[in-house]
């Protein structure tokens, strides 16, 4: 933060240093709310050319990371004044360089493949801008996979026969990267710029307002009495809000400015926090009625009623939300995040005499969001139906000083996120332009061997290559030309193939090193954005389970009788608690490692497809179960 830079410059500053620090806090207020303010009036008023708005965008991020994270901390008196004179300078470079892209757009466009010096000096200089904001807002992890895509493109003829390409030089890769839309300004950034960035405001409006503690007191007069409630009840409602909404990431951002407070109160870290929500949101798209422009896509392709479609998707995408909840409820059992006695509780009615006025903005963002407006102009609306909501009552209204903070605040809030999604960017680009996600896709079928598994395992990796650089639905129609034919081949039907990778394609929203979904909520929780995606990763393990089960058991998709139905249905949840309760190794109690192997083979026993293994596997679940059963007795006998 700008106070930093003032205890960084001097443990005992003098009259200069602190007239600097005020100066740099000013410019930090001035740049903060005037992005929000850019932000409101592109999303709700006039919108701008794609690249002129990022780059207006990624520049007051950058501006404000150089100015609210100094270079160095706690140093000798002299090397801190360098170390500011450096941050001040990459605040006129950031400045510079997103202002020659602003004004000189159209130039750009017309000088593609015959660069000027100029373009080539900006292209290098935006890679080396967001390299640094990485490192000092994310950390070397980023910063270094990001720097691994680099010499991947440039080093391409080297590279292993599998991956290898002609290579690209320096000039093509800083400018492809920097001077179009299929690097650090193309899709990450895109989402980070719009409905991203809005709904993080609408939190700090929610925050400012005392909204959000009023959805908090909500939920805890609710859920409060049982283990994790709160974190549960983000679930269900992140499923309902995402099979209405049509964007995993809008559903994040919507939901999560609710549900992340109250789990992160209730004692979930704040990378949990955000895991759940990046989890379960991803989970909406897979849910019916409104499954993403993926589900109506699968219709024609397949010549499928959507109807149909509706029909066979709801049961495993029921499944999933019970995995994600099921994880939530063992982390809770495992931290001991308990239920309070209903004394200690917020009392429903009268946290919703107090609160009930914002239910009114609630209301209106789900309206806006049902009846097909962009996530941005729902956020827009939001936000103003807040702030306006606010006012009817004394305790809830913000004053002039306070919109003026809260804008500020929003920008901060936004800072780590947008860097994150910059630095995704760079890994898009050199995807995009080595072609490697598509050149995986072709040789799936001749590296399988025959092998179903081995082939979906070689469809979800190539999903998440394809999801670097593609939107989940572009990401599904590229992915189901290529590998589509290639599953039927094994055998598989045509609408299994089809919904196999559908479920695929949703695993990048969620998948490290890009994760829209998973930067976006922890934007919200402000946690680390790598640790966030893994933990994410983890709790969303169900979009790599359901198309197993899909490709080795037909009537999991109500394709058969009504027997085989009941008896697949038993066994996925049978295999998904299994499953679950391997990867936490908790089930009632705690497992040793040879009790949690024996769990991970049961749920794969209770999924093969053979009759007699599945028989087996349900034999063993159920003692499992019962040898839990007897430990937890043994536990809870005092001694």
């Given at each position: 933060?700008?106070?930093?830079?003032?205890?960084?410059?001097?443990?005992?500053?003098?009259?200069?240093?602190?007239?600097?620090?005020?100066?740099?806090?000013?410019?930090?207020?001035?740049?903060?709310?005037?992005?929000?303010?850019?932000?409101?009036?592109?999303?709700?008023?006039?919108?701008?050319?794609?690249?002129?708005?990022?780059?207006?965008?990624?520049?007051?991020?950058?501006?404000?990371?150089?100015?609210?994270?100094?270079?160095?901390?706690?140093?000798?008196?002299?090397?801190?004044?360098?170390?500011?004179?450096?941050?001040?300078?990459?605040?006129?470079?950031?400045?510079?360089?997103?202002?020659?892209?602003?004004?000189?757009?159209?130039?750009?466009?017309?000088?593609?493949?015959?660069?000027?010096?100029?373009?080539?000096?900006?292209?290098?200089?935006?890679?080396?801008?967001?390299?640094?904001?990485?490192?000092?807002?994310?950390?070397?992890?980023?910063?270094?996979?990001?720097?691994?895509?680099?010499?991947?493109?440039?080093?391409?003829?080297?590279?292993?026969?599998?991956?290898?390409?002609?290579?690209?030089?320096?000039?093509?890769?800083?400018?492809?990267?920097?001077?179009?839309?299929?690097?650090?300004?193309?899709?990450?950034?895109?989402?980070?710029?719009?409905?991203?960035?809005?709904?993080?405001?609408?939190?700090?409006?929610?925050?400012?307002?005392?909204?959000?503690?009023?959805?908090?007191?909500?939920?805890?007069?609710?859920?409060?009495?049982?283990?994790?409630?709160?974190?549960?009840?983000?679930?269900?409602?992140?499923g309902f809000m995402g099979s209405v909404a049509g964007s995993a990431v809008a559903n994040v951002v919507a939901t999560g400015s609710f549900?992340?407070?109250?789990?992160?109160?209730?004692?979930?870290?704040?990378?949990?926090?955000?895991?759940?929500?990046?989890?379960?949101?991803?989970?909406?798209?897979?849910?019916?009625?409104?499954?993403?422009?993926?589900?109506?896509?699968?219709?024609?392709?397949?010549?499928?009623?959507?109807?149909?479609?509706?029909?066979?998707?709801?049961?495993?995408?029921?499944?999933?939300?019970?995995?994600?909840?099921?994880?939530?409820?063992?982390?809770?059992?495992?931290?001991?995040?308990?239920?309070?006695?209903?004394?200690?509780?917020?009392?429903?009615?009268?946290?919703?005499?107090?609160?009930?006025?914002?239910?009114?903005?609630?209301?209106?963002?789900?309206?806006?969001?049902?009846?097909?407006?962009?996530?941005?102009?729902?956020?827009?609306?939001?936000?103003?139906?807040?702030?306006?909501?606010?006012?009817?009552?004394?305790?809830?209204?913000?004053?002039?000083?306070?919109?003026?903070?809260?804008?500020?605040?929003?920008?901060?809030?936004?800072?780590?996120?947008?860097?994150?999604?910059?630095?995704?960017?760079?890994?898009?680009?050199?995807?995009?332009?080595?072609?490697?996600?598509?050149?995986?896709?072709?040789?799936?079928?001749?590296?399988?061997?025959?092998?179903?598994?081995?082939?979906?395992?070689?469809?979800?990796?190539?999903?998440?290559?394809?999801?670097?650089?593609?939107?989940?639905?572009?990401?599904?129609?590229?992915?189901?030309?290529?590998?589509?034919?290639?599953?039927?081949?094994?055998?598989?039907?045509?609408?299994?193939?089809?919904?196999?990778?559908?479920?695929?394609?949703?695993?990048?929203?969620?998948?490290?090193?890009?994760?829209?979904?998973?930067?976006?909520?922890?934007?919200?929780?402000?946690?680390?954005?790598?640790?966030?995606?893994?933990?994410?990763?983890?709790?969303?393990?169900?979009?790599?389970?359901?198309?197993?089960?899909?490709?080795?058991?037909?009537?999991?998709?109500?394709?058969?009788?009504?027997?085989?139905?009941?008896?697949?249905?038993?066994?996925?949840?049978?295999?998904?608690?299994?499953?679950?309760?391997?990867?936490?190794?908790?089930?009632?109690?705690?497992?040793?490692?040879?009790?949690?192997?024996?769990?991970?083979?049961?749920?794969?026993?209770?999924?093969?497809?053979?009759?007699?293994?599945?028989?087996?596997?349900?034999?063993?679940?159920?003692?499992?179960?019962?040898?839990?059963?007897?430990?937890?007795?043994?536990?809870?006998?005092?001694?």
């Amino acid at each position: 933060m700008a106070e930093n830079i003032c205890t960084s410059m001097d443990t005992a500053p003098s009259s200069n240093t602190t007239t600097v620090a005020r100066i740099i806090a000013g410019l930090v207020s001035l740049v903060g709310i005037g992005l929000s303010v850019f932000q409101l009036y592109t999303a709700g008023i006039v919108a701008m050319t794609a690249m002129r708005h990022r780059s207006v965008f990624l520049g007051c991020i950058l501006v404000l990371t150089f100015l609210t994270m100094p270079l160095y901390k706690g140093a000798s008196k002299e090397r801190l004044n360098l170390a500011l004179v450096i941050d001040l300078l990459l605040v006129v470079i950031s400045v510079a360089a997103m202002a020659y892209i602003f004004i000189d757009l159209d130039g750009i466009f017309e000088r593609q493949g015959e660069w000027s010096r100029l373009d080539f000096a900006v292209g290098v200089t935006v890679v080396l801008l967001v390299l640094e904001a990485t490192r000092r807002v994310i950390g070397l992890n980023l910063m270094i996979i990001a720097i691994l895509f680099l010499f991947f493109g440039y080093f391409g003829p080297y590279m292993p026969e599998i991956i290898v390409h002609k290579g690209y030089s320096i000039e093509r890769m800083a400018t492809t990267l920097s001077l179009t839309t299929e690097g650090i300004f193309g899709l990450p950034t895109g989402v980070a710029s719009t409905f991203v960035f809005i709904f993080i405001l609408f939190g700090a409006f929610l925050a400012k307002s005392g909204a959000g503690t009023f959805f908090i007191n909500l939920s805890y007069s609710i859920t409060g009495q049982f283990s994790g409630g709160p974190a549960k009840t983000a679930v269900i409602a992140s499923g309902f809000m995402g099979s209405v909404a049509g964007s995993a990431v809008a559903n994040v951002v919507a939901t999560g400015s609710f549900t992340i407070p109250m789990m992160k109160k209730i004692g979930y870290k704040p990378h949990v926090a955000a895991a759940v929500e990046a989890a379960a949101s991803t989970g909406g798209q897979l849910m019916p009625p409104i499954m993403g422009a993926g589900a109506f896509l699968m219709a024609e392709f397949t010549q499928t009623p959507y109807l149909e479609i509706i029909k066979i998707a709801f049961f495993p995408a029921v499944l999933y939300f019970f995995s994600v909840i099921l994880f939530v409820h063992f982390e809770a059992q495992k931290e001991g995040i308990w239920g309070l006695p209903k004394d200690q509780l917020p009392k429903l009615g009268e946290t919703i005499k107090q609160g009930l006025h914002f239910i009114i903005p609630l209301a209106i963002l789900i309206t806006v969001l049902v009846m097909n407006y962009s996530p941005m102009m729902a956020g827009f609306i939001a936000i103003v139906s807040l702030y306006l909501t606010a006012l009817l009552r004394k305790d809830s209204r913000i004053s002039f000083k306070g919109l003026l903070e809260t804008l500020e605040q929003g920008a901060r809030n936004a800072i780590v996120v947008a860097v994150a999604c910059a630095a995704a960017g760079i890994i898009v680009g050199v995807v995009n332009l080595t072609g490697t996600g598509l050149r995986f896709s072709s040789l799936i079928v001749s590296l399988s061997h025959g092998i179903p598994l081995l082939a979906l395992g070689l469809v979800a990796f190539t999903s998440l290559l394809l999801g670097m650089g593609l939107p989940v639905t572009a990401s599904y129609i590229v992915l189901v030309i290529l590998a589509g034919p290639g599953l039927m081949e094994l055998g598989i039907p045509l609408l299994t193939a089809h919904m196999i990778v559908f479920w695929y394609s949703q695993d990048a929203n969620v998948t490290p090193p890009v994760a829209l979904e998973s930067y976006a909520a922890s934007g919200i929780a402000g946690s680390n954005p790598l640790q966030t995606a893994f933990t994410s990763w983890k709790l969303a393990k169900g979009l790599y389970i359901m198309p197993v089960i899909m490709a080795y058991h037909p009537a999991f998709l109500l394709n058969g009788t009504l027997g085989e139905i009941i008896w697949v249905m038993i066994l996925a949840v049978c295999s998904i608690i299994a499953f679950v309760a391997c990867m936490e190794r908790f089930f009632l109690v705690g497992m040793s490692w040879p009790e949690t192997i024996l769990w991970a083979l049961d749920a794969v026993m209770l999924v093969w497809n053979r009759a007699g293994v599945n028989l087996a596997g349900l034999v063993v679940f159920v003692c499992l179960v019962i040898f839990q059963i007897f430990r937890k007795r043994r536990v809870e006998i005092p001694t």
